[in-house]
């Protein structure tokens, strides 16, 4: 039976936890879920029993009729860590309403390897991330062997050439991998981080779009069960926003033709109506670091020796629209950055690979998206940075994998 604690002075917070725990089949909420509403409530029960999870308030007050401290949840947390004398949970969800309070608790958190979530009462995200977490643990009480992870990365691309080919080229000592009743070209490599080998698997789509991006996705994550799936290669980017070469790593992607037509006047009226799927909040920080990190940026524009852009690499981490169709007029880019004004990326592939991942099977893999600059999508439009770009996504990728990923 999964057993949660849920550490949280906010009744109303509390309630709509309880709320969506009860939605959870085969979750006994009056049996298995217990409430605190302060640190050392919650000390007290740690040291008595073992949960499965812990659902922690950031902000929490330190004992009974106190007020709540801004990082009295974090404390908690890094004494649970240090100390021998709490059961410790074997999953931690920090949760807090307040983004200045989610922002500071984010990397501390981040190095515990625990998840922070922010509560927002108009909003089913931090439900829906929620519901997830239950659902893992559960799973994986009831089937150990299955709920472990098969491989720790897998790549997908859209092209062979140049995107596929760039994967390739990184000494990751690729090799054929053969899988019964699949037609699917896969590769299989390795790459050491944190002073272990890690197993990666890539393949290249049968052809561009969502769809297939998708189906490639899912064939990675049914066969394979990964920890992390990423894509890698070309984008079109947004003068003003980036400079051609440059890196960027979506957050969030949609797709930018999903809406309704409505008459009008003047003709037909496109209403767009985009669902979002964002990187999730440790990776995001994880890839701050490595934008921060202009000393390996500079190093892989070295290390390439075809035509390439004259400004220094840049890494971003923004808005990627994804679309079905490859764009070279200004209007239609206009109209996309109507839907969001931050946009930096224009590509054909990305939402598919998210939702892919948001709808697999347990165990969870977490999903993100890596293309570089080789274009900005108008009349313009031209390949001539095509190879350096699927270099310099690849790249980044590598450095990421071997020096960021948890």
């Not at 997908?156 to 009743?181: K, N």
């Not at 290669?233 to 440059?246: E, V, Y």
Request: glycine share 6%; hydrophobic share 40%.
């Amino acid at each position: 039976m999964t057993k949660i604690l849920i550490v949280d002075d906010d009744p109303d917070k509390t309630s709509r936890i309880l709320n969506v725990l009860t939605s959870i089949r085969g979750l006994n909420v009056t049996k298995n879920v217990e409430t605190v509403q302060n640190a050392t409530e919650a000390r007290s029960r740690l040291r008595e029993k073992h949960y499965d999870l812990m659902i922690l308030d950031i902000a929490l007050p330190e004992k009974k009729d106190s007020g709540p401290v801004a990082d009295g949840g974090v404390k908690l947390l890094a004494e649970v860590a240090r100390r021998t004398i709490y059961k410790k949970p074997r999953e931690i969800i920090g949760l807090t309403a307040y983004p200045d309070v989610f922002l500071e608790a984010l990397p501390k958190f981040n190095d515990e390897l625990w998840h922070v979530i922010q509560f927002d009462a108009a909003s089913e995200l931090w439900a829906d991330q929620l519901k997830r977490k239950v659902k893992y643990i559960q799973f994986a009480i009831k089937n150990p062997q299955k709920a472990l992870h098969g491989c720790d990365l897998c790549v997908v691309t859209a092209l062979y050439a140049p995107e596929f080919r760039a994967i390739l080229d990184l000494p990751w000592q690729w090799r054929d991998l053969e899988v019964e009743r699949e037609v699917t070209n896969f590769k299989i490599g390795s790459f050491r981080s944190g002073g272990k080998a890690r197993k990666v698997i890539a393949v290249c789509s049968s052809r561009m779009g969502m769809t297939a991006a998708a189906v490639t996705a899912s064939k990675l994550i049914y066969n394979f069960h990964p920890r992390y799936i990423a894509m890698t290669g070309i984008t079109a980017g947004f003068k003003g926003a980036c400079s051609l070469g440059d890196i960027v790593v979506a957050d969030p992607t949609w797709d930018y033709g999903s809406g309704k037509w409505e008459g009008g006047d003047d003709g037909p009226i496109f209403k767009p109506s985009p669902h979002q799927f964002s990187l999730p909040a440790f990776l995001r920080s994880r890839f701050l670091s490595l934008a921060q990190n202009q000393e390996a940026l500079d190093k892989i524009r070295r290390d390439w020796s075809g035509n390439s852009p004259s400004s220094a690499l840049r890494m971003h981490i923004g808005p990627m629209a994804t679309g079905s169709a490859v764009l070279a007029d200004g209007e239609t880019s206009a109209e996309i950055l109507d839907q969001n004004r931050k946009a930096i990326g224009l590509e054909m592939e990305a939402y598919g690979l998210m939702a892919a991942a948001h709808e697999a099977p347990l165990p969870d893999v977490r999903a993100f998206v890596i293309k570089s600059v080789s274009d900005y999508a108008d009349a313009e439009k031209a390949d001539g940075f095509q190879a350096y770009a699927a270099y310099s996504s690849a790249a980044a990728l590598r450095v990421f994998a071997e020096n960021y990923l948890p």
